[in-house]
């Protein structure tokens, strides 16, 4: 079994906003899968220290926290390390034997938390391809879960029933493999908005930020996918970092700053459209130096180093491009 590790929880949990700077004494948190409890004991600093901070009585946390473990032994090593937690921070042995009794629950989240209203579901799903699950407790997932199609791993029920028991505006985080991207299910529950083309990865692109103020483009060297108001150029003939460094320079700003448009606060939309516009020499037109000199403003973030080597490849004097920024 694998249990996740503190840096990760903190992680999670920052991001699902469960801090102890909100109330989340008045709002449900559920783990789904406890196992020893690794994010639960987190989950339960943060909630004390929101409950002192409030000035109210540890008890006032009983209904706060729902931890569900499959597993008897796990679910009682979860709820030894929550009254732990608790008596290291002064809490009666008594009141923390009762607070972690009521937390932790022996039983499956996938049956036992149907009618449970939550504001977040936070943890680590198992993961356990449904074949590997006895056939009887296979199909009762199944016809409890509809997004449990073909050969669907368990953490897709988990995600239903995590999003079944939410409230609105309710947070789900949960860790997650990348492998649902090329699942068959998938096709029941998300769809994107833009074609996804999953080749594209692996190319090496210059992504640029459609939103912003100068035209700031980033290498990625075939690792991630463009996508969320994110656009991305690709080259057989350029090497990216020496157009990348032509790009940022003062003069394919200008291309931009030509035919784009400024939204209110001076934000400058670098879409498509504006992007095709800028005009670059062909590569070989470039001198050595020119190339070097651009590849090394690009990886130093210099601007007017690739100002000063783009207006010499464009032969334009400085005078005219401030003149025509001006304009
Ligand atoms: C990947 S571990 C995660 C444990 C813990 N949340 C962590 O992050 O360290 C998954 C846990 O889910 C439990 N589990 C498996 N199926 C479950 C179910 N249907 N309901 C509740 N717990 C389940 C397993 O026993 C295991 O302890």
Known sequence: MVYTKRWV??????????????NVVDAVAVE????????????????????????????????????YELDDM????ARTL?????????????TAETLAQAWVRTGDYLFDSMCVEADFVIGNPPYVRLEDIPEETASLYRDAYPTMRGRADLYVAFFEAAL?????????????????MRNQYVHAWYKTIDRVTHSLTEKPKLYIADIKDTLEPVLDKGETYPHHNLYYIQSD?????????????????????????????????????????????SPD???????????????????????????????ISPHELERALEY
């Not at 789904?32 to 009585?57: N, T, V």
């Open 32 to 67: 789904p899968a406890a196992g020893e409890g690794a994010f639960l004991a987190l989950m339960i600093e943060r909630l004390a220290d929101s409950c002192e901070r409030l000035g109210r009585p540890i008890s006032d946390c009983r209904n706060s926290l729902i931890a």
């Open 237 to 281: 003939i350029w090497d990216l970092e020496v157009l990348g460094g032509l790009l940022m320079s003062a003069a394919g700003q200008f291309f931009v700053e030509s035919y784009g448009v400024r939204m209110r606060g001076g934000y400058l939309r670098f879409q498509a459209q504006y992007l095709r516009r800028i005009r670059v020499p």
């Open 9 to 22: 929880v903190e992680l999670l949990l920052d991001l699902a906003g469960y801090a102890s700077t909100a």
């Open 285 to 315: 037109a470039l001198s050595k130096a020119q190339t070097q000199a651009l590849r090394e403003a690009f990886n130093a973030r210099d601007k007017p180093r690739a100002t000063q080597v783009a207006l010499d490849v464009y032969k």
């Open 82 to 94: 929550a009254a732990k937690i608790l008596t290291d921070r002064g809490v009666k042995l008594p």
């Open 164 to 180: 079944r028991q939410l409230k609105d505006g309710g947070v789900c985080a949960f860790i997650c493999a990348d492998r649902w």
């Open 74 to 77: 796990s679910a009682e090593r």
